[in-house]
């Protein structure tokens, strides 16, 4: 389920965004895409670096039921992405439905401050 907060009563939003649409970016954000290997896959995901993260109306909430109730599995700010599009392991519509959206969108980078550590 996905929620969107009102922008009149979060003016800076409910959280940031780790995922964005590259019609959304300006120039000199676009001039930092790149694309990164998926760890364990023969993959390649468009990566793009930005100060801070885009701020976010939206929730997604998973639910599930368990005795008659309902109870709340996972809530999460920003856009709901699907897998990376494996062809090998996806069936074929969630790939094709995948590869649009990756084709179009980019996971998010903030550069860590000087000094900070990173694992």
Do not use: C
């Not at 965004?17 to 590259?22: R, T, W």
């Not at 939206?58 to 008659?68: E, K």
């Not at 062809?87 to 980078?109: G, R």
Request: charged content about 25%; overall charge neutral; aromatic content about 10%.
């Amino acid at each position: 389920m996905r929620v969107r907060f009102s922008e009149t009563d979060y003016p800076r939003g409910i959280g940031g965004d780790g995922v964005v649409s590259l019609a959304e970016l300006d120039e000199s954000a676009m001039k930092t895409l790149t694309k990164r290997e998926v760890t364990g896959t023969s993959l390649a995901v468009p990566v793009v670096t930005l100060e801070t993260l885009p701020p976010t109306w939206w929730a997604n909430m998973f639910l599930r039921r368990r005795n008659d109730r309902v109870r709340v599995s996972t809530i999460f700010p920003g856009t709901n992405a699907p897998p990376f599009p494996e062809k090998d392991i996806l069936p074929p519509q969630v790939f094709s439905e995948a590869k649009v959206f990756w084709e179009t969108h980019a996971l998010v980078e903030i550069p860590s401050p000087s000094g900070a550590f990173s694992a």
